[in-house]
């Protein structure tokens, strides 16, 4: 008879503990605390519309709780199958387990695509490799939350200090990037603007030419898919304009006014090239 014959008949095989070695964290479990929750979830401005992902979720009372007062759904990823265990005891009892799924996986595996909030109580160091992944999987305008800790040179666009901690809250920028040729819709006369954009997190830089004249682009900004910026037009005096305009792919549009007299507004817009 062969060992494992033998064995079977001494020992239900579905009993036997296999050792296994303990999971490499990269952080260790501190549960945010119950009253920074709601805090969390207000700054993430989470409603019903959401899909929150919380990447290390620990007892996974973050996308609990997003789940069971704002409707939301959610997916919170741990390494440690004890708290995934957890997670879904404690999803189970909030009666949310319809709403939030729970996945015992490295946080590094996970594809963000499917999140529009995100929710992050790491280390420095991991959400700066997290970063990255962030910029290029999550939508446009999606948000991030990190209870305590920064993303070094990416400055949040929200702090918020609540029960001794920092919250910091970013938005996920556009990829706005590039050339894109561009027409106004002055009605004292239709002018062509071409613009090379560069960005840096949410600070958008470059030059403009309108109507052949060449321009910086001042205090540019991208908030999620909303683009401000200013232009010196030198071939119309000299005027300061601002633009604004919402970015949807390849595809900008958006209204223009003379600084000051934003109740004039230009039509505006363009596309990449
Ligand atoms: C500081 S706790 C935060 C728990 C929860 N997000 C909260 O705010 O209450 C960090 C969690 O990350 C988990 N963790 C550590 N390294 C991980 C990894 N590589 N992938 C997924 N989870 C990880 C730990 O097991 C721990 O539960």
Not at 40 to 54: E, F, G, K, M, N
Request: net charge positive.
């Amino acid at each position: 008879m062969s060992i494992s014959a033998r064995l079977n008949d001494v020992v239900d095989p579905r009993q036997l503990r296999v050792h296994r070695p303990p999971a490499p964290r990269d952080v260790p479990y501190v549960p945010t605390d119950d009253a920074v929750v709601p805090a969390i979830l207000r700054l993430a401005q989470v409603t019903s519309q959401d899909v929150i992902y919380d990447l290390g979720c620990g007892d996974g009372r973050i996308v609990i709780s997003a789940a069971k007062r704002l409707g939301a759904r959610g997916l919170g990823v741990d390494i440690d199958p004890i708290r995934i265990q957890e997670c879904q005891e404690n999803a189970r009892r909030a009666g949310v387990g319809d709403r939030v799924r729970f996945l015992q996986a490295s946080l590094f595996d996970i594809d963000l695509r499917p999140a529009t909030v995100l929710t992050l109580y790491l280390l420095p160091s991991l959400n700066i490799r997290l970063r990255p992944k962030i910029m290029s999987e999550m939508r446009p305008g999606s948000r991030v939350v990190s209870n305590h800790f920064d993303m070094a040179d990416w400055q949040p666009d929200e702090v918020l200090q609540t029960h001794h901690r920092n919250l910091n809250r970013w938005v996920v920028p556009a990829w706005v990037a590039g050339e894109w040729h561009c027409t106004v819709n002055d009605p004292a006369g239709r002018r062509h603007v071409r613009l090379h954009l560069e960005r840096r997190y949410q600070i958008v830089t470059g030059k403009a030419m309108v109507s052949e004249r060449e321009t910086m682009i001042g205090q540019g900004r991208i908030d999620g898919d909303r683009l401000t910026f200013r232009l010196v037009e030198w071939g119309r005096g000299g005027a300061i304009m601002r633009y604004a305009a919402t970015i949807e792919g390849n595809q900008l549009r958006g209204h223009c006014w003379t600084e000051g007299r934003e109740n004039e507004r230009i039509e505006w817009g363009g596309a990449r090239v």
